[in-house]
């Protein structure tokens, strides 16, 4: 073993190793939070100076991170800053920052800049890993070059790999400890330290031949389950046409024990993964190869138009009561993208909302994980789920599942009601499945 490799695996074995997490968000504060666990100096590195503020102070804004962890983090070492010259001797630097589509192409800009500012305080013997999720080859071909103009070498100065994060907001069950770990390395010195460091965090490591196995992964499982969503999608669409009830059939196919995997409609697609990742796999085949993935642009093509069916089935609904959607009071109940979580980003429901806005509905909307005062976008107020909302809304469209909705008063108190994720499927429902 190379002996800067062996040192730095000595070092991460003693709990003597600094880490800096570059990136204080979704993924990178709960690995930081683990990582102060082990014992280890933990640099919390984040441009944000209002995310560091709140760190500093020991409040969470991460819902998978109660705020008493980061207190306890705190105390025992874990230091959040917005200063690039805190990271100055880190050990192993990981890099959880996002990489958003700008149209249609990846952005790499956060990536970039990261490795830029890790470049500087570089030295030899410390690793680097990338756990932002991107297509094949960025590992290889984009950041260890940025890396390389500290002038030291990658796989013979320092270790370089790639991980694809697995966190799963709102999940309870599979956490980042218990999910298994995906690494790879650009050679097996870096493959070894990687797997030093992580094993300290997670369960069980699975390894890869290369980083692009690796960056290939995280896309696989995305494109998978986007593919499939778009499926379940489209079906029920046809579904409703025909007069067939979906989740019956859904449910009563899920008893099969084997060639099939549940599914469920909904809304569209939102988060930082699935409206993304399988873009960037289409635009790498493209780049690279010029083909056309054609099951991720179909993919596409369905999950996008959800909201605008919502809107369809929304307006047919109130013309049953002789009523247009221009001038109706409407209310949604969830804005985030998924149950559990408080984001945000890229959800359907913002699109929903967005719609019937321009249509001319009084829209307002209920969140349990979202304060009344939250800045969401066009403008549509926030307000709390009472008997009196939802008896004076013209529409109450259930548009994320939330396990702390009032579903009593839902199901009881709304004179029409949308349920787009089923959630009211088994109670006594006089409502409208999606």
């Known amino acids: 073993m190379n002996i800067l490799a062996r040192q730095l695996t000595e070092r991460i074995q003693s709990r003597t190793a600094h880490v800096v997490i570059v990136g204080q968000g979704y993924v990178g504060l709960p690995l930081a939070m683990k990582a102060a666990d082990t014992g280890m100096r933990v640099t919390g590195y984040d441009t944000s100076l209002r995310r560091v503020s709140m760190l500093r102070a020991g409040v969470s804004y991460v819902e998978d991170v109660p705020s008493a962890q980061i207190e306890a983090a705190l105390l025992s070492g874990y230091t959040p800053t917005d200063q690039a010259q805190d990271i100055a001797d880190f050990d192993i630097a990981v890099v959880t920052v996002p990489t958003p589509l700008k149209e249609g192409t990846p ?58 994060e697995r966190i799963d907001p709102g999940n309870s069950i599979w956490t980042l400890e218990n999910t298994p770990k995906v690494v790879s390395g650009i050679n097996p010195e870096s493959l070894r330290c990687i797997d030093a460091f992580y094993s300290t965090i997670v369960n069980k490591i699975i390894y890869t031949g290369s980083t692009a196995e690796a960056e290939l992964v995280k896309l696989l499982e995305n494109t998978f389950r986007h593919v499939n969503i778009a499926l379940i999608n489209e079906l029920t669409m046809f579904a409703n046409d025909l007069d067939i009830n979906i989740w019956n059939a859904i449910d009563a196919a899920s008893t099969k024990p084997f060639g099939f995997m549940r599914f469920t409609p909904g809304p569209g697609v939102g988060g930082h993964c699935l409206p993304v990742d399988p873009s960037y796999l289409a635009w790498r085949v493209h780049k690279s190869l010029g083909h056309t993935f054609r099951f991720v642009e179909l993919a596409n093509d369905i999950n996008n138009h959800m909201p605008d069916y919502v809107v369809t089935r929304i307006a047919a609904l109130l013309n049953r009561e002789r009523k247009a959607i221009n001038g109706s009071r409407i209310l949604l109940l969830g804005m985030t993208y998924k149950a559990s979580t408080s984001d945000w980003r890229e959800s359907p429901s913002i699109a929903v909302a967005e719609k019937l806005t321009e249509l001319g509905a009084e829209v307002r909307a209920h969140d349990p994980h979202l304060p009344i005062d939250t800045n969401i976008p066009f403008s549509v107020p926030l307000v709390s789920c009472t008997k009196t909302e939802l008896e004076t809304a013209d529409l109450v469209i259930l548009l994320v599942d939330h396990p702390n909705l009032p579903y009593d008063d839902i199901r009881n108190h709304s004179r029409i009601l949308l349920d787009t994720k089923g959630r009211l499927r088994f109670e006594e429902f006089q409502g409208e499945l999606l």
């Open 107 to 164: 952005d790499l800009s956060f990536i970039e800049k990261a490795g830029q500012t890790l470049a500087t305080y570089l030295r030899p013997g410390a690793l680097t890993v990338l756990e932002s999720t991107t297509y094949p080859g960025t590992t290889d071909e984009f950041f260890c070059p940025i890396l390389e103009q500290s002038g030291l070498q990658a796989g013979k100065d320092f270790f370089l790999g790639y991980s694809p």
